[in-house]
């Protein structure tokens, strides 16, 4: 059956079931068994792996278990495709949707879906490799991020004493480096031991370089760090290409100089390097550039140093000469007494200035215990109670004012209502009527009945009658 081809499959199972007894016939099938019977028309139909061609879409990386899954097309059909975590994980290259790939891999059934699916074990791009595609997905993401930038990269320092070969000691690079680094012997060089090619070997190259930078102090200060390999093909450089190598040179805190491969070879770790020779030797020399100059330009300043030096020496000599030739040294008594008599002028001065200093001093002395006095408490005392005496007699004043102007004024009323008084009115002769029987006004004859009691009263007493008659006539008719 393995020898079979998918037509020869496909007639056998469109071909017409054998006939059976009748109890077969009855008895029905499970879903499972039927999927089962599927699976196994499809493996023996299939070759066991296959080699399929197409065009990538939806392709999803499952965060949790890490497999992927994606859709192979072409024109006029598709087939689902799924690759398990271990198969994933060895990708050199991120597929993307509209990616034209080759997929390898087994045909088979997923029974809880009921559908059959590839199940792949390799992809490859279609018309270049793997790691080609690779290398550029990574260089334009690491570029996207600001690691190759020039304004990033650390300077080399000029003349460095402590050096660190990250390299493989069995490699014919760790030579070619000794032969220049040899040169100066004063130069302490040390050796970190890293595989550099084949599985794993990024992984070590990348912890290297972060041990080193957290270890610097204890290895007693380190300048720079080459790390370098001889050449070779692109599958044996993938270690300087990977993300982990380039994103350790970037946080290293030591400058780091690679020399990796041939001229033409140009790898990840080149790119984020903070100077990139192109070959292992080139890189020794560049480390060592101004120590291969050193000697000259100690020649050079020492030769500068001592044409400074005699120059100061003969401006010094110049001026000791200058000295020499001052008055001082010709008439030293002289010099002594106008020093002498200026120690005079400066103590009477400085006396004048002490007196004064004192007469000021007594003068603010004297205005401070004026200013003390006015603010003691007996002052203060005095000058309130002679506050309080003021305002005593302003009181008594304010008040016998204002009793001469309550009284003026209340003798004003008094005037006025005398004047305007019933008592006076009366002794012009008019008389005031009051009832009898509740003393109220008798204002208008209609308020009388015959009979009513009312009182007279006149200015000098008053007399009580009756009315009889309501309508005698009202007075002036």
Not at 122 to 139: I, N, S, T
Not at 343 to 348: E, F, G, N, S, Y
Not at 423 to 441: A, E, F, I, P
Not at 444 to 454: E, N, P, V, Y
């Amino acid at each position: 059956m393995a020898g079979q081809g998918f037509f020869e499959m496909r007639e056998k199972l469109l071909k017409p079931p054998a006939p059976s007894s009748k109890t077969d016939e009855d008895k029905p099938l499970t879903i499972s068994q039927l999927t089962q019977m599927i699976e196994k028309a499809i493996k023996s139909g299939l070759p066991a792996q296959v080699l399929v061609k197409g065009e990538t879409s939806n392709f999803k990386l499952h965060s949790a278990s890490g497999h992927a899954y994606f859709t192979l097309k072409d024109a006029k059909a598709c087939i689902d495709c799924v690759m398990f975590r271990d198969d994933a994980t060895k990708l050199k290259f991120s597929p993307e949707d509209g990616m034209e790939l080759l997929a390898t891999g087994r045909v088979a059934v997923y029974p809880a879906r009921g559908r059959y699916q590839l199940y792949v074990t390799a992809l490859d791009p279609v018309g270049q490799g793997a790691l080609e595609l690779a290398f550029r997905q990574l260089c334009a993401k690491l570029e996207r991020e600001g690691l190759f930038a020039a304004e990033r990269k650390r300077a080399i320092p000029k003349y460095p004493m402590r050096v660190v070969l990250v390299t493989s000691t069995q490699t014919a690079a760790m030579q070619d480096m000794l032969k220049v680094l040899r040169r100066f012997p004063w130069v302490t060089i040390l050796v970190y031991h890293v595989p550099v090619q084949g599985d794993g070997a990024a992984e070590k190259i990348a912890a290297a370089i972060v041990h080193l930078n957290a270890s610097e102090k204890r290895a007693g200060g380190i300048d720079a760090i080459l790390l370098g390999r001889g050449g070779g093909s692109l599958e044996d450089l993938w270690a300087f290409n990977v993300e982990a190598v380039a994103r350790a040179i970037v946080a290293s805190k030591i400058p780091i100089v690679t020399g990796i491969g041939h001229e033409i070879d140009v790898s990840i770790a080149d790119l984020c390097a903070d100077y990139h020779a192109h070959t292992p030797t080139e890189a020794a020399q560049v480390i060592m550039t101004h120590w291969r100059t050193a000697e000259e330009v100690l020649q050079t300043g020492s030769f500068r140093l001592g044409r400074a030096m005699r120059a100061t020496l003969q401006e010094t000599r110049q001026r000791l000469d200058a000295i020499a030739r001052h008055d001082f040294f010709h008439r030293p008594v002289q010099r002594i007494q106008a020093m002498q008599q200026l120690i005079d002028d400066r103590q009477r001065e400085l006396a004048m200035v002490m007196s004064a200093s004192m007469h000021e001093m007594k003068l603010r002395l004297t205005r401070q215990e004026s200013r003390l006095g006015q603010r003691h408490p007996r002052h203060l005392m005095k000058l309130m109670r002679q506050r309080l005496e003021h305002l005593g007699l302003r009181l008594d004043r304010n008040v016998r004012d204002e009793l001469v102007r309550r009284r003026l004024a209340i003798e004003n009323l008094d005037k006025r209502l005398e004047a305007i008084s019933p008592q006076r009115v009366l002794s012009r002769g008019y008389t005031m009527t009051l009832s009898k029987k509740d003393g109220k006004l008798i204002r208008s004859a209609s308020m009388l009945k015959t009979g009513d009691r009312i009182i007279t009263r006149f200015a000098d007493g008053q007399v009580e009658s009756t009315v009889d008659d309501s309508r005698q006539l009202k007075l002036f008719e």
